[in-house]
């Protein structure tokens, strides 16, 4: 059986040997809009929740946008557009409008970036600028929520007269979908708020997962953070399948809580994949650039896999990984090489320190199932500590994979990684 898989910017093609019993989970999504550029419109000025954005403009001096970093899909280019027209319409001189790329701690953005995620033109004639996690000074102080957390959010965001977010909901690792409240925390947040929403204490819970906001302590969490933040208004898109860029599939406008609320029924009702019966085995891509542009965002694929695969299974990730490991906080962690479980260990009650929750989410996966690699863009010297093997080819990784599995095992096969919402019913009786 041949697949192609969402991998680095061209896709990978592979033939799977026969004698499996394959099933192949696409990324389940809604029929592209025809006419996304009038959706938009009409979303801007038929809100959900609150009256249009040129009325809630109307009188303010000034007004920032958060959007995501270039790790995202964000189909900004389309979106930034009417939303600036309808800020100037409505008075706020151009000089006065904020893009802030919410980065929280990934790196900043170049200027061929700014570029590339906000459009040529915009980028040209707007004031487009970095988040900086790590300078607090650049934040302002805005108390505690009511379990502890101290907020600091960017200055420049707190101090606009009008709050708007720009993003797209899919499947999150630990904050059950993103979009909305993400953009301001951790994408706005200070290093000292997010290193405390990324703590064992979150990323531990079962309810911090992919596809849970209901019960989900996190979500929660940030909705708090962003209400003190004063998020006014969001723009968040669900795309569907296509290349280069992935389509607009539907848009929600306004009242940030209502209106993500609405996109976060939308989504999980077009993408979950539910399977009776746990597979032996899975093989995963970590969806393709932009989002396997690092293997610290290509554990998003291991561990949406995570929730099908039986208790000792293997998961095979495929992922470019064309800039490496990640950040320096995270390959240094990594380079350390503590097995998994002492990891864990290590950490439970340590400080937190930056990129941890990513590994420590790894590890809640390579700790109950057997993990393997084709990683081309990771360097040597990390093959050894990724707490499972890595593969100088995709071919062989798979035919190590199929090695240890019995005839007619069950395989799930998931060309777009992450952005494939599944669940085993049998798993989530167990879990319960």
């Known amino acids: 059986m041949q697949v192609n898989f969402a991998f680095g910017r061209s896709g990978l093609t592979l033939e799977l040997p026969e004698g499996f019993e394959y099933r192949v989970l696409e990324a389940r999504s809604a029929v592209p809009l ?23 403009a ?6 920032a946008i958060a959007v995501c970093d270039i790790t995202r899909p964000a189909p900004n280019r389309e979106v930034l557009p009417p939303v600036l027209a309808r800020l100037e319409a409505a008075g706020i001189p151009r000089g006065n409008i904020t893009i802030l790329i919410a980065t929280g701690l990934h790196r900043p953005a170049t200027e061929a970036e700014f570029r590339e995620i906000c459009g040529e ?16 000074s650049e934040h302002r102080a805005l108390g505690k929520t009511a379990a502890g957390t101290p907020v600091f959010i960017d200055d420049r965001f707190v101090a606009a007269g009008l709050h708007i977010t720009l993003g797209f909901i899919e499947p999150h690792l630990m904050l059950g979908f993103s979009g909305g409240r993400k953009l301001i925390a951790p994408g706005l947040a200070a290093q000292e708020t997010i290193k405390v929403l990324h703590s064992p204490h979150y990323m531990r819970d079962p309810r911090a ?5 209901e019960d989900n302590p996190l979500h929660r969490e940030l909705l708090e953070i962003a209400q003190m933040a004063r998020h006014d208004f969001l723009v968040d898109v669900a795309l569907g399948r296509g290349a280069p860029r992935r389509p607009i599939a539907a848009v929600f406008a306004g009242e940030p809580v209502a209106a993500h609320r609405q996109g976060v029924e939308f989504v999980s009702r077009v993408m979950l994949e539910t399977l009776d019966h746990p597979v032996d085995a899975v093989i995963t891509s970590a969806a393709g650039y932009p989002l396997d542009l690092t293997f610290y965002q290509a554990v998003k694929g291991i561990t949406a896999a995570s929730h099908i695969v039986k208790p000792g299974g293997k998961i095979l990730l495929l992922a470019a990984c064309e800039e490496g490991v990640g950040g320096p906080e995270f390959a240094r962690l990594l380079a350390e090489g503590r097995p998994d479980h002492l990891f864990m260990k290590k950490i439970e009650r340590a400080p937190v320190t930056v990129d941890q929750w990513q590994l ?16 081309p863009g990771v360097p040597r010297e990390f093959h050894s500590v990724l707490w499972g093997k890595a593969y100088a080819s995709a071919e062989e990784a798979i035919r190590a994979l199929v090695a240890t599995l019995e005839r007619n095992a069950r395989i799930a096969v998931i060309p777009e990684g992450p952005y494939v919402l599944a669940r085993s019913a049998a798993l989530e009786r167990a879990t319960q």
């Not at 109307?58 to 007004?63: I, L, P, Q, T, V």
């Not at 997962?209 to 906001?213: A, D, H, K, P, R």
């Not at 420590?360 to 996966?365: F, P």
Request: net charge negative; glycine share 4%.
């Open 34 to 56: 025809d006419d996304p550029a009038t959706a938009i419109e009409q979303a801007l000025d038929t809100p959900i929740g609150c009256p249009p954005l040129v009325e809630m």
């Open 58 to 63: 109307r009188g303010k001096h000034s007004a």
């Open 121 to 136: 033109e915009t980028a040209a004639r707007y004031r487009v600028l970095n988040h900086q996690a790590r300078e607090l």
């Open 209 to 213: 997962v992919e596809g849970s906001i």
């Open 360 to 375: 420590e989410k790894l590890a809640l996966v390579t700790t109950l199932a057997e993990v393997s690699y084709y990683v």
